[in-house]
């Protein structure tokens, strides 16, 4: 496996995932197959026309209904310790149906180990990322097992800061059998 370029991210996060059999791929073409995310990601795209990176207050409900039961926005923030945690502030109702009620939880209380490092890695990854990025998963989770995933991840501006916010959108379909005879 070749060794990805220094200060790569997503070729980071994507030689990671091959190495420990992880089941995500990061796609920075945005070859989006749903279409809300295709429009979603346009929507992340017109917003940052003004200042390269729209923040958190460029996404109103309004803007994101179409979108909303998929959408989560993530914070990161520092722990007691020092090691960032993520904080989630909203969870859209299809999410909350997958993955139960995570608004105003951290990822560590309701991701387990060993699915912790894959689902941090990402987010750390969008946030060192200067575009939106798709997600494609097969999660095996147990209470998803079941499902693939697509999804859109972009990070939000916190003015001159560093960004800490990402917002996204998640998409299921029921897993494509490999290897099944006609």
Not at 89 to 97: D, I, M, N, Q, Y
Not at 130 to 143: I, T, Y
Not at 146 to 166: I, K, M, Q, T, Y
Request: aromatic residues 10%; charged residues 25%.
């Amino acid at each position: 496996m070749a060794t990805p370029p220094a200060g790569d991210p997503v070729a980071a996060l994507n030689a990671r995932a091959v190495a420990m059999r992880w089941g995500m791929h990061v796609d920075r073409d945005l070859a989006f197959v749903q279409p809300e995310l295709k429009a979603l990601c346009a929507l992340w795209r017109e917003k940052a026309r003004a200042t390269g990176r729209p923040s958190r207050a460029d996404f109103d409900a309004r803007s994101l209904k179409a979108f909303l039961p998929h959408v989560s926005i993530v914070e990161r923030i520092a722990g007691a310790d020092g090691a960032w945690r993520y904080r989630f502030r909203l969870s859209g109702t299809a999410l909350v149906r997958l993955f139960g009620e995570t608004t105003g939880r951290f990822l560590d209380e309701f991701i387990p180990e060993p699915f912790l490092e894959r689902w941090t890695l990402g987010y750390d990854t969008v946030l060192a990322s200067n575009a939106p990025l798709r997600f494609v998963s097969r999660f095996e989770l147990p209470q998803v097992s079941w499902l693939d995933g697509e999804s859109f991840s972009a990070a939000l501006s916190n003015g001159a800061e560093p960004p800490r916010v990402v917002l996204g959108a998640l998409y299921v379909t029921p897993k494509r059998q490999t290897g099944a005879a006609g």
